[in-house]
């Protein structure tokens, strides 16, 4: 058997890559535009995994990985760490955000009621076949309510406090202003709470759906009912120098909390919380939350198994790296299986002789 190294060099590497872009085309302000505007939950989903709210950069990102979205995050997430930091804003309480979209599928009746805002939860999926003959798909006009909701809407979980049904909202243990940073620090463990919801913030959709879903299917130690479910705005609040606090603008966001049957007179929760739009990867992250304590060792819902796994960039680039030359090591296991033929059957061809 022959083996023959790979020519070309830096030479090779620089066209291939060439080739790459010459398939995907021309980058332009207009495309970039283009995806920002017709798909908006891709964007989301980009801005989330890769922890920066910023739609233009986002699109920028999946043009120009061509809708790779490991590559889009990494691309993300590498131009982030070289913008600089200028301040913390505060934190925000659920009470306090704009609300588009709020349903609690463990209550009927909730204080400030059921908001349904924009979802495909209740419609059929049909597929508009006829935009590929020509003509175009108009979806129809939106009903403005006469009295639209209010906008700030009180969080179920306060309500449930008020009745000791669950433990008053709260963090951990961890102060305002030494919540980890997962950019800047190294994922340590038993992690922080704080730690774990900033880890499922960024993971991957994908993987947080995968372990999510299996523990719902029962390899969890609890079964999850959506308490609230919220899509919504959230003001950036930063403090001045002179000490004077304003809003910088909003930010979209998605929020799920989940609880399980109570466990003596109280239930257990599950929070999760993210970047835009993303309510399958909220719900499915909260699961995982509330399933983390006391967990059992190696299972799919330890919290070192799943924050691990559910890193989408360092998951992905794991797995590319075995395209990457590995002829060294390949190579001393082929001469080791040589080897070990070569003592089975040489004795065997000197008794032979």
């Known amino acids: 058997m022959a083996y023959v190294a790979t020519r070309g060099g830096e030479h090779a590497i620089e066209q291939s890559e060439r080739m790459f872009r010459e398939e995907l085309g021309d980058i332009t302000l207009e495309k970039v535009a283009n995806v920002r505007d017709t798909l908006p939950y891709l964007v989301d989903r980009v801005m989330g ?15 120009q990985a061509g809708g790779e979205l ?5 691309l993300l997430r590498a131009w982030r760490t070289t913008q600089p930091r200028i301040t913390i804003a505060s934190p925000v309480t659920q009470g306090g955000t704009h609300v588009l979209r709020r349903i609690s599928a463990a209550f009927k009746d909730i204080p400030g009621g059921q908001v349904l805002g924009p979802s495909l939860d209740y419609s059929h999926r049909l597929l508009a076949t006829e935009v590929l003959t020509g003509e175009d798909y108009q979806p129809d006009p939106v009903e403005r309510a006469v009295k639209p909701a209010p906008r700030y809407q009180p969080s179920v979980s306060a309500w449930l406090a008020e009745q000791e049904l669950v433990e008053p909202a709260g963090n951990d243990d961890t102060a305002a202003d030494d919540i980890p940073d997962l950019t800047r620090e190294p994922l340590l463990f038993p992690a922080k709470r704080a730690h774990r919801l900033q880890s499922l913030a960024r993971a991957d959709t994908g993987g947080v759906l995968a372990l999510g879903y299996s523990a719902m299917r029962g390899y969890g130690q609890a079964h999850p009912t959506v308490n609230e479910l919220r899509l919504c705005e959230a003001e950036v609040e930063v403090k ?3 000490g004077t606090k304003f809003s910088v603008g909003r930010v979209k966001i998605s929020q799920a909390e989940v609880v399980s049957k109570a466990k003596g007179s109280k239930l257990e929760r599950g929070f999760s919380a993210t970047f835009g739009w993303n309510e ?7 699961t995982l939350d509330l399933n983390a304590d006391g967990a059992e060792k190696n299972s799919a819902v330890e919290e070192e198994f799943f924050l691990y796994h559910t890193e989408g960039v360092e998951s992905s680039g794991f797995c590319i790296h075995f395209k990457l030359p590995h002829y060294v090591t390949f190579q001393s296991s082929l001469d080791a299986m040589r080897d070990a033929k070569k003592q089975k059957y040489e004795p065997k061809m000197e008794a032979a002789e």
């Open 49 to 63: 995994e890769a922890s920066l709210y910023d739609r233009d950069i986002a699109a920028l990102a999946l043009a």
């Open 70 to 74: 490991h590559e889009a995050v990494l």
């Open 240 to 242: 001045h120098p002179s």
């Open 280 to 286: 399958v990867k909220c719900i499915a992250a909260a």
